[in-house]
C-alpha cells in the first residue's frame, strides 16, 4: 500500500493546530496515532517540540497541556492518556523513530535545577555526565544556554520537569498523587526501563538500518570539573569540539535505563547542593525552591522501585569480587551501582532539606515515609529473591550491613533531625503521634540498632591508615561519564566504607554526634517525657469529653450550657477530635514509648519515674499548672520549654476578658440586635443618672451596699499570674452603671417566657407576673446584700 504523498512539516504541523485544542482527548490521540504511523521522520521532526508541550505542558507552567498530575483514574481520559504515552504506546514509538535520524533538540539550562544551572552559568561542567557533549552556546545577541538532546532525553526531561513545574489547578476538588496518570506513568516507565525480571525491552521501532541509534558516547578522559572547581576551558569549547571517544558496546545495551535515572534524579532530586546543604544552619541562607507533597511522594515512589531494581541482582554477584564483575551484563551492573553511585548523595541531601524546612503538619508523612522507605530496602526484595514468609519481627539480615555502613548518615543524621521535630510537634494529634510511632517501630527491628552501633564504632575507629582516603572518587562517576567506562575497584574495608561516606557528605571537618551517644539519648529522654505529657494530656482529653456528653441536655441548645471561654476543648472541638482518635493517639504514642526504650535500651524504672514525676506534677494540689515563665519587666515571659508545653496542649494561661463588659464580643446564645438595642439603651440611662448612681453608692449603709450590689461589678479575684495586658488594665476602675444586657440572652428571654406561661396557667396576667418578678429580684438583692454583711462580719 503505497504511503501518503508528502507534504511540508509545516503544513503538517499547521493542519494538526487548526483545530486540536477543540477536539477531545480521545479525538486528539486518535489524529496523533495517525499522524505517527503515517508520516516519515522528516515530517515528524517539528512536531515533536510542539506535541510534547502540547501533552506535557510548558516549562514555565503557563500552558497545562494535558494536565497529567491532575488527571485522575475516575475520569474518561484517565486510560487513554495513560495508553498514548505508555512505554510501549505512540509517543515512544515517536520518540524512537525520531531517534533513529539523529535528531536533535534544544532544553534551556535556565529550566534545570538550581545548583545545575549555577554550576553551568559559572563556567562548571556538572558532575552528571548525563550533561556531558550537550551544551549548546547561543547565538549571537542570545544570552540563555541550551543543551542539545536526544529525543528520548528531550522527552524525559520534559517530562520530570513537568512534576516540579507550578501548575494552576481547578479549586474544590479532591486530587489523589497515586491516582493520577503522571504517578501511574512514572511507575510504568520505572518497571519497563528498570525492570526487575528479565532486560530492557528493544526498541518495538527499527529503521532500514536495523537499530535505534544510543546518545553520542562520553569520553572516559576528560577531566571534567566538580563542584568548587572552576575550570571555565571545558565551557568556552563548543560542544562539537569536545572529545570523544568510540561508544562501549556493553553501556549500549542499557544507555535508555541509565538516561532515565539520571533524568529523575537530576530533575528531582538535584535542587539542594552540598555547599548549600553545609551552610543550611545558617539563617541567611534562602532556599529558592520548596518541594510539594506530590514531589515527595513520587520521589518515594522511585526509591522504593530502585530497591527492588537493586535486590534483584543474581545472588552470585553480590558478593563476587570485582574481577568476575567483568563477565556480567551490563543490566546487573548497572544495578549492582546504581543507589550509591547515582542516587545517595542528592537524595541525602533532598531528605535533610525537607527535615530542615518542612511545615510542622501531617504532610511531613510523605517525607518521613520516603525516608523510612530508603532505609528499609529489604522490604523490597522481589518475591522470587525473597522466598522467606513476611515476618514483622524478623530481625534484618546481616548481608545488609554494607549497605547500613555505606549509608550511616541516613539512619543517624535524619534520626536526629526527626527527634528535633518531634519534639515542637502536637503529639496530641494523631497523625503527628502516628509519625513518632512510625520511626520508632522502624529503628526496634531486631538487629538493627546492633547494626547501626557497628556502623559507627566503625567510623570511630583511628586513621592512621586512611591518610590516602579519597574525597569525592570513590562514589561518583565524575572521572569518566558511564560507570562503565570508569569502573573503580572496590575496597572492601568497613572503616574505610563508613568514613568515606560521611566525610563526602559532611565534609572532612564534621562534628559527628553518635547516634547512642549522650547528647542524642538526652534528646531522647526529652521526647519520652514529651510522649509521657501527651499521652496524659489525651487522656484528660479523653475523660473529659466523655464528662462533657454526660452532662450535655436538650436545655444546653438554648445556651444553659457551660459559658465558660477558658475551656481548651470545648464540646464541638471534641466532636471533631473523636474518642476514637484519642484513643488511637494513646496507643500510637504507647507503642512508641516501648519501641524507644527497646531502641536506646532506657530502664524500665528510668522510664516509671518519668511517668510517676510528671502525673504527679500534673496532679499537684489538683491545679492546672500555668507555662513556664520567667519574670520580665512587663510580667511572665515564656520559656522555650513553655512554648513546647503550650504547642502540644499540655498548659495554658487562664484566658479571661479583662476589657469593658459592656464591649465583650456578642455570644452565641446571646440576640445581636438586642444586644446593641440595650446597650445604647443602658448609655442613656448612665449618662443621664451618672450623678444620682454615683451618690447612692457612695452612701454608708444598708441602701449604699444594695445599690452598689445592681449598679457595680462584683469584683474579681485574685489571679497569681497575668500576661503583660492583663497587669495594665487590671488597675482600671468603673464607675457605678446599669447594664441590661443580660436580657439580650436567649436563656434569660427563655426563662422569662416560662414564668409567663406558668402564671398563666394560675391566671395571673401579664402585669401582675412581671410586679410580682421585679419585688422578686428586689427580695433577692436585699438578701444577697444582707448575706453579704453578714460573711464579712
Known amino acids: 500500500m503505497a504511503g501518503p504523498p508528502l507534504q511540508q512539516p509545516s503544513f503538517v504541523l499547521a493542519s494538526l493546530k487548526a483545530d486540536f485544542m477543540n477536539k477531545t482527548l480521545l479525538q486528539q490521540c486518535q489524529e496523533l496515532v495517525k499522524v505517527i504511523d503515517e508520516y516519515p521522520a522528516k515530517e515528524l521532526h517539528l512536531i515533536f517540540p510542539w506535541l510534547v508541550e502540547t501533552v506535557l505542558g510548558s516549562l514555565d507552567g503557563v500552558l497545562l497541556g494535558w494536565n497529567l498530575r491532575y488527571l485522575q483514574a475516575r475520569t474518561n481520559e484517565y486510560l487513554t492518556a495513560v495508553d498514548f504515552l505508555d512505554p510501549s504506546g505512540p509517543m515512544m514509538k515517536l520518540v524512537y523513530k525520531l531517534q533513529a535520524e539523529e535528531y536533535k533538540y534544544e532544553f534551556p539550562v535556565n529550566h534545570l535545577p538550581g545548583p545545575v544551572k549555577a554550576s553551568i552559568q559559572e563556567g562548571v561542567l556538572p558532575d552528571c555526565p548525563l550533561f556531558h557533549n550537550k551544551l549548546q552556546f547561543p547565538l549571537p545577541g542570545l544570552m540563555s544556554l541550551t543543551l542539545s538532546l536526544n529525543p528520548f532525553e528531550y522527552y524525559m526531561f520534559h517530562f520530570a520537569a513537568s512534576l516540579t513545574s507550578l501548575r494552576c489547578y481547578p479549586v474544590g476538588q479532591h486530587v489523589s498523587t497515586s491516582d493520577s496518570a503522571y504517578f501511574l506513568l512514572v511507575d510504568s516507565y520505572l518497571k519497563y526501563f528498570l525492570p526487575t525480571e528479565g532486560s530492557v525491552p528493544p526498541s518495538p521501532f527499527s529503521d532500514v538500518r536495523g537499530a535505534v541509534s544510543p546518545p553520542a558516547p562520553r569520553s572516559p578522559t576528560v577531566p571534567f570539573a566538580g563542584y568548587g572547581i572552576h575550570n571555565t576551558s571545558l565551557l568556552k569549547r563548543h560542544i562539537s569540539h569536545q572529545p570523544s571517544v568510540n561508544a562501549d558496546p556493553a553501556a549500549q545495551e542499557i544507555w535508555r535505563s541509565e538516561t532515565l535515572l539520571q533524568v529523575f534524579v537530576e530533575m528531582w532530586l538535584h535542587h539542594y547542593s552540598l555547599e548549600m546543604y553545609q551552610k543550611m544552619q545558617s539563617p541567611q541562607v534562602k532556599e529558592p525552591f520548596s518541594p510539594t507533597e506530590e514531589h515527595v511522594l513520587v520521589v518515594r515512589l522511585l526509591v522504593k522501585h530502585l530497591h527492588a531494581f537493586s535486590s534483584s541482582l543474581k545472588p552470585e554477584l553480590i558478593s563476587s569480587s570485582p574481577s568476575a564483575h567483568s563477565h556480567t551484563s551490563p543490566l546487573e551492573e548497572f544495578k549492582r551501582v546504581v543507589i550509591p553511585r547515582f542516587v545517595q548523595q542528592k537524595l541525602y541531601v533532598f531528605l535533610q532539606h525537607c527535615f530542615g524546612h518542612w511545615p510542622l503538619d501531617a504532610s511531613f508523612r510523605a517525607v518521613l515515609e520516603t525516608w523510612l522507605s530508603y532505609i528499609q530496602p529489604w522490604r523490597y526484595i522481589p518475591e522470587k529473591h525473597n522466598p522467606q514468609v513476611d515476618n514483622q519481627n524478623r530481625s534484618v539480615p546481616d548481608k545488609w550491613a554494607s549497605f547500613l555502613q555505606e549509608n550511616l548518615l541516613m539512619y543517624t543524621r535524619l534520626f536526629q533531625g526527626f527527634l528535633n521535630r518531634a519534639v515542637r510537634t502536637d503529639l496530641v494529634n494523631a ?212 512554648r513546647l508545653q503550650i504547642i502540644n496542649g499540655l498548659r495554658r494561661f487562664d484566658i479571661e476578658y479583662q476589657g469593658d463588659p459592656e464591649l465583650q464580643p456578642i455570644r452565641s446564645y446571646e440576640i445581636a440586635v438586642l444586644v446593641r438595642l440595650l446597650f445604647r439603651l443602658s448609655c442613656f440611662i448612665n449618662q443621664r443618672f451618672a450623678g444620682e448612681m454615683n451618690a447612692l453608692c457612695s452612701r454608708r449603709g444598708f441602701v449604699g451596699r444594695l445599690s452598689r450590689h445592681y449598679l457595680t461589678q462584683p469584683s474579681a479575684g485574685p489571679i497569681s499570674r497575668r500576661s503583660p495586658a492583663t497587669l495594665r488594665g487590671a488597675g482600671r476602675q468603673t464607675r457605678p452603671r446599669l447594664s441590661l444586657r443580660f436580657l439580650a440572652s436567649i436563656r434569660t428571654l427563655l426563662t422569662v417566657f416560662l414564668l409567663y406561661l406558668l402564671a398563666s396557667f394560675f391566671s395571673i396576667g401579664p402585669l401582675s407576673c412581671t410586679f410580682w418578678t421585679l419585688l422578686a429580684c428586689f427580695l433577692y438583692g436585699v438578701c444577697m446584700t444582707f448575706f453579704a454583711k453578714q460573711k464579712s462580719h
Open 431 to 642: 497523625k503527628n503521634a502516628l509519625m513518632v510511632f512510625r520511626v520508632a517501630k522502624v529503628f526496634a527491628q531486631p538487629n538493627l540498632s546492633e547494626m547501626i552501633q557497628k556502623g559507627e564504632q566503625l567510623f570511630l575507629e583511628p586513621e592512621h591508615v586512611l591518610h590516602h582516603r579519597q574525597h569525592r572518587l570513590f562514589m561518583t562517576p565524575s572521572h569518566g561519564g558511564s560507570f562503565l567506562s570508569s569502573r573503580q575497584p572496590i575496597n572492601t574495608d568497613g572503616v574505610f566504607k563508613v568514613k568515606n561516606h560521611v566525610y563526602s557528605l559532611e565534609g572532612q571537618d564534621c562534628q559527628y554526634k553518635q547516634m547512642f551517644g549522650p547528647e542524642v539519648r538526652n534528646n531522647v529522654l526529652k521526647l519520652v517525657r514529651m510522649i509521657a505529657q501527651a499521652k496524659q494530656t489525651a487522656r484528660s482529653i479523653s475523660e473529659h469529653s466523655a464528662e462533657a456528653a454526660a452532662s450535655q441536655s436538650f436545655l444546653s441548645w438554648f445556651g444553659f450550657g457551660s459559658s465558660d471561654l477558658n475551656t481548651s476543648y470545648t464540646g464541638n472541638e471534641l466532636d471533631d477530635m473523636g474518642l476514637e482518635t484519642i484513643r488511637k493517639t494513646d496507643e500510637y504514642l504507647e507503642r512508641a514509648l516501648e519501641y524507644l526504650c527497646q531502641v536506646f535500651r532506657l530502664p524500665a524504672g528510668q522510664l516509671s519515674q518519668l511517668m510517676v514525676s510528671f502525673v504527679s506534677t500534673q496532679d499537684d494540689a489538683g491545679t492546672r499548672q500555668l507555662p513556664d515563665c520567667i519574670p520580665g519587666e512587663n510580667g511572665p515571659v515564656l520559656t522555650d520549654l513553655g
